[in-house]
């Protein structure tokens, strides 16, 4: 690898998906596929991406905006901009500091981090190195008593929030991994599920023994039992499971369908994202992750609602060419990108950003012969 900030050792890069190319080149390719597949025939995935390609936003000339706020504050804390790190497990995979590097990263760039349940590092470490807010991602385990030690470490540890993801009785049929018969080297293990005789080499077995099937919404009730930290819920994807979150009384809900690794042809989390905000009526902070990878795919799920995004592959991508500067890179690579859009659209503001920025959809290729 070329070293922080030249991945091409040609000069930085320009876009958030100019990491993806110089981290697959320098990564074992059964662990790229891990970390980039999805489920199925992977349509869901591409979905994610194509949605965003086929907004078109409206200028606004003349609008007096001389200058941009791209902060936002999300459960009483500010943020430099509406951007997280999504939930991304095994970051020891791609880097050897692993999260530790990632939270430094997104400290500097000034926005948060949720921490996977399956992270490589040990909470009370990002929490040393973090000056940023930390939320702990929930995966609920058969035994609730490895979920409830889980909470009160990260709790303890001084995370801010709870992200129950919702989505996974089981995980998706990710036939990359399948094929590839993936296994995690001996040195990447979950550092806060520490369990004798626990086997966590194969995701897709664990997940299979270890994961709760029969999670209903009750769960929610139950964390709150266990912790006084704000509970959001991710892996939203219709107007009902929405109105059904708030009246469960989440702090929160993540339109999300797993980055496309769960339920293959489900639709884009864009697609859904304005039904969804228009059933929670600000009730609760709405965000979305799946697919972002530019500034006007933020002001676009602003535009329809969303409070803030999460940004997940990009910054395994850029955590493997440029450790913790490069995760500073990309998100404020996506934060500038933000405001000159918001600028050209004449949006002063993240809360002014509204469905009037949005042109009707670009229409479809024509199918080739």
């Not at 981290?23 to 074992?28: E, I, S, T, V």
């Not at 936003?57 to 459960?75: A, M, Q, Y």
């Not at 609760?284 to 530019?294: A, F, I, M, S, T």
């Not at 409070?307 to 404020?332: C, I, K, N, S």
Request: charged letters at 20%; aromatic letters at 4%; glycine letters at 10%.
């Amino acid at each position: 690898m070329t070293g922080p900030g030249h991945p091409d050792g040609a000069g930085r890069p320009l876009r958030v998906a100019d990491w993806a190319a110089p981290a697959r080149a320098g990564m074992d390719p059964h662990a790229w596929d891990f970390i980039e597949g999805g489920a199925g025939e992977e349509r869901t995935l591409t979905e994610n991406l194509r949605a965003f390609d086929r907004v078109r936003l409206l200028t606004r000339v003349l609008s007096g905006v001389g200058r941009c706020d791209t902060s936002v504050t999300v459960l009483g804390r500010r943020w430099a901009s509406p951007v997280a790190v999504a939930p991304l497990a095994y970051h020891t995979l791609v880097h050897p500091e692993g999260e530790v590097a990632t939270v430094r990263g997104a400290a500097a760039a000034g926005v948060p981090v949720v921490v996977s349940t399956f992270a490589g590092r040990a909470f009370e470490d990002l929490a040393a190195s973090a000056a940023t807010p930390l939320w702990l991602q929930v995966y609920c385990f058969r035994d609730r008593a490895t979920t409830r030690r889980l909470v009160e470490r990260a709790e303890r540890a001084g995370f801010e929030a709870l992200v129950l993801t919702v989505d996974t009785p089981r995980l998706g049929r990710r036939l990359r991994d399948l094929r590839n018969d993936f296994r995690l080297p001996d040195h990447v293990t979950p550092a806060n599920l520490p369990r004798p005789g626990a086997d966590y080499a194969s995701p897709a077995e664990h997940g299979r023994t270890e994961l709760d099937p029969a999670l209903n919404w009750s769960v929610v009730d139950w964390l709150r039992s266990i912790s006084t930290l704000p509970v959001l819920v991710k892996g939203i994807m219709s107007d009902a499971d929405a109105e059904r979150a708030v009246a469960a009384g989440v702090d929160g809900i993540v339109v999300s369908n797993h980055g496309g690794r769960q339920l293959d042809g489900v639709p884009a989390t864009l697609e859904v994202l304005a039904g969804i905000t228009a059933a929670v009526a600000g009730r609760c902070p709405v965000l979305l992750d799946g697919g972002v990878r530019r500034g006007t795919d933020v002001l676009a799920a602003l535009a329809l609602g969303a409070d803030a995004v999460l940004l997940g592959r990009p910054v395994l991508h850029a955590l493997a060419v440029g450790g913790h500067q490069g995760v500073t890179d990309v998100l404020d690579t996506l934060t500038d990108e933000l405001a000159d859009a918001m600028l050209l659209t004449g949006t002063a503001t993240v809360a002014d950003a509204d469905a009037d920025l949005l042109a009707a959809p670009a229409p479809e290729p024509a199918a080739r012969t």
